[in-house]
């Protein structure tokens, strides 16, 4: 049977968002041209973690080892040749995140596979792999091609696809294999996992989030956003003005140059919606903007939008907030 292989990423004990999303997209294509899922997990200690996997994939290849205890691409792709070579899966699939950017370039040259990055869609056809990527900041979609090899690997945007489990469920299967790791890495080796300082928020975890833009006009405005963020129990983010002008560190930065979030809750703040913020929200499941020109972009994209200004709109929102769950 042919095989479409997904890599499990993980950190800190949790298994992270792109793995499903890859999942799902990777079932649609299984579906398509009759191959199977196989998911990769790669850890110490993740067995618990395979589990959540068989509901996803066919089949769940598992590798412990004391050194895969923490991401090290040397490692991996030593792990992941062997088992390329052993399986030769039609597609493998791997996030498009700081793990993935630094492993697929060197696994794609050892193997000598086609590698397409930072995709947004993917498809097989008799073979050939059609992906989609986004240029020049995301102003041009670029279709392209790869034909004539045996196995492709790509790399997925964050966010790209909305993570489902299939329907009719699959009970996959765990397959544990032994590890090929018997000396420590040449050039590289863990030293350890950097949290974001006290108060750090990661926004890409975030279930809502609450973002500002150059429509606050000034730093001694921003109590009324955290307000509104802490009624709802809402992360704050940001456009690039704000991040440019230091009112917010950039990992608060949400578009093409910041980071690309998926919550459950997005609320635009006096945010234009330029198409490099855009890209880096789009995928929210509800869009909420509040804007005072009415032609302003981020409204083609948002499920509700306030057309007003944001200075009487935010405090009356915040009180009805306190109000109703009071």
């Not at 590798?63 to 030769?88: A, G, P, R």
């Not at 869609?121 to 279709?143: A, I, P, S, W």
């Not at 996992?193 to 730093?219: F, H």
């Not at 405005?221 to 991040?243: K, Q, T």
Request: charged content about 20%; overall charge neutral; aromatic content about 6%.
């Amino acid at each position: 049977m042919v095989e479409i292989f997904v890599l499990t990423e993980h950190r800190q004990g949790q298994i992270r968002d792109i793995t499903f999303e890859m999942l799902t997209k990777a079932h649609e294509i299984a579906g398509n041209t009759n191959a199977e899922t196989t998911a990769l997990i790669l850890g110490k200690d993740v067995k618990d973690k395979a589990a959540a996997l068989t509901e996803y994939a066919q089949k769940v290849i598992l590798i412990e080892d004391q050194k895969l205890e923490n991401f090290n691409s040397e490692f991996y792709q030593k792990v992941l040749t062997q088992l390329i070579k052993e399986h030769k899966p039609i597609l493998t699939m791997i996030g498009h995140t700081s793990y993935g950017i630094e492993l697929t370039p060197r696994l794609a040259a050892a193997l000598n596979t086609p590698l397409a990055t930072d995709c947004i869609d993917v498809n097989l056809e008799n073979k050939t792999l059609h992906v989609t990527r986004q240029m020049y900041g995301g102003k041009v979609n670029v279709n392209a091609v790869l034909t004539q090899a045996e196995s492709y690997m790509v790399t997925i945007r964050q966010a790209a696809f909305t993570a489902q489990k299939p329907q009719p469920p699959v009970n996959g299967q765990i397959i544990e294999k032994p590890s090929p790791l018997t000396e420590e890495p040449a050039t590289k080796r863990f030293v350890q996992y950097v949290l974001p300082p006290p108060g750090g928020i990661d926004i890409t975890a975030a279930e809502k989030l609450v973002s500002i833009g150059r429509g606050i006009k000034d730093q001694a405005n921003m109590p009324i956003i955290e307000e509104l963020a802490n009624a709802i129990g809402a992360a704050i983010g940001c456009s690039r003005p704000i991040v440019d002008k230091g009112w917010l560190p950039n990992d608060r930065q949400v578009g093409s140059s910041g980071k690309t979030v998926k919550p459950k809750l997005y609320i635009a703040i006096g945010i234009s919606g330029a198409f490099q913020h855009v890209l880096g929200m789009k995928n929210s499941d509800l869009i909420i903007a509040i804007n005072k020109d009415p032609n302003a972009p981020i409204f083609n994209f948002s499920d509700y939008g306030i057309v007003d200004d944001l200075f009487k709109i935010v405090p009356v929102l915040k009180d009805k907030i306190s109000e109703l769950k009071s």
